[in-house]
């Protein structure tokens, strides 16, 4: 008798807990991450880190053709990772830059035709890193 008092609970139980589920989570909603201008700055800064260092090894002929593309490719990524605030001096500046082809080496006085205009990007972005009290560094460690 025990037993059958024992299954008709656990029968009703049952029936009582599939008509249960868990409410629906909510819909996340999209959030904006704020981006610091010294980010900003401290990312070009790394880009141009990097054209820097392979401007110098290229120039003293210690890096191979396929490793100054190599680093070239590179220095192109990251630059389309560069955050910014769209609607800022800064962000502007960035998004300018970001549309400057990197053919050859973008660099200045690098030779090609893409000088004068990533020259003139670069500078706006400086002088837009410069206005928020951010200066662009470059580490410099080949050469010497």
């Not at 053919?103 to 030779?111: D, E, F, K, T, W």
């Amino acid at each position: 008798m025990r037993a059958r008092i024992l299954a008709g609970v656990a029968a009703a139980s049952l029936i009582l807990l599939a008509g249960c589920s868990a409410p629906p989570e909510p819909t996340p909603t999209p959030t904006h991450i704020v981006v610091a201008a010294d980010v900003s700055c401290g990312q070009v800064s790394d880009v141009l880190t990097l054209l820097t260092n392979v401007f110098v090894a290229r120039q003293e002929e210690r890096l191979s053709s396929q490793e100054v593309t190599g680093a070239i490719n590179l220095a192109h990524s990251m630059m389309s990772y560069v955050q910014s605030e769209p609607d800022t001096d800064i962000g502007v500046a960035v998004q300018k830059l970001k549309a400057v082809p990197f053919s050859g080496l973008p660099y200045p006085n690098a030779g090609g035709d893409e000088d004068e205009v990533w020259n003139t990007a670069m500078g706006e972005v400086g002088d837009a890193c410069r206005a928020a009290g951010f200066e662009l560094a470059i580490s410099a460690w080949t050469g010497g």
